[in-house]
């Protein structure tokens, strides 16, 4: 630990979506294109970060791909409004993202890509997959804009 050190940001999780990672690395996965989730009219929440073709879980059953959309969209959503409240922030003052300050658009980016991970290149649409995990890059970039101190070795980006 570093005596001169001043916490901040330092919250459990200390990463977006961390916990649900292990579940989501379980999960069977399917290829999609971003023109189908687009289309499909489902998300609305991540539509502003997810600019490339998205892998969705596969849920079994008879549910089509707006279901698994919305479904990620959802946990995405929560997931951005429990990380902003262990901040001591309102999640319900943010009504525009694309303008945000640069730490809720890292932390709204970061939600974004753990529940819609990109889908592996040359994968076809409805191609079984297996989960990737978001780029370290947008977990450094989390890191920095919300400048997270934890005054131990704890922040790490793996």
């Known amino acids: 630990t570093n005596a001169v050190c001043r916490r901040n940001q330092c919250i459990n999780p200390l990463f977006p979506g961390l916990e649900d990672l292990h579940v989501l690395e379980e999960a069977p996965w399917f290829c999609s294109t971003l023109q189908s989730v687009v289309e ?3 998300m609305s929440f991540c539509s502003g ?3 490339y073709d998205p892998s969705l879980p596969a849920l079994g059953g008879t549910e089509d791909l707006k279901v698994s959309v919305k479904k990620q969209d959802e946990a995405a ?3 951005f409004f429990y990380h902003l409240a262990g901040m001591g922030q ?3 003052e943010y009504k525009d ?3 945000a300050d640069d730490c809720t658009r890292s932390i709204w980016r970061m939600v ?4 819609f991970p990109r889908a592996r290149l040359g994968c076809q649409e409805g191609m079984g ?3 990737i995990r978001p780029c370290q890059s947008s977990c450094q970039n989390y890191v920095r804009a919300c400048n997270v101190e934890c005054c131990d070795e704890s922040v790490q980006c793996v």
């Not at 974004?112 to 529940?115: A, E, F, L, P, V």
């Open 90 to 92: 309102d999640a319900f």
């Open 129 to 131: 997959t297996t989960y």
């Open 49 to 51: 970060a997810i600019n």
């Open 40 to 42: 499909s009219g489902a």
């Open 77 to 79: 959503l929560s997931m």
């Open 112 to 115: 974004c890509y753990t529940y």
């Open 97 to 99: 993202l694309e303008y």
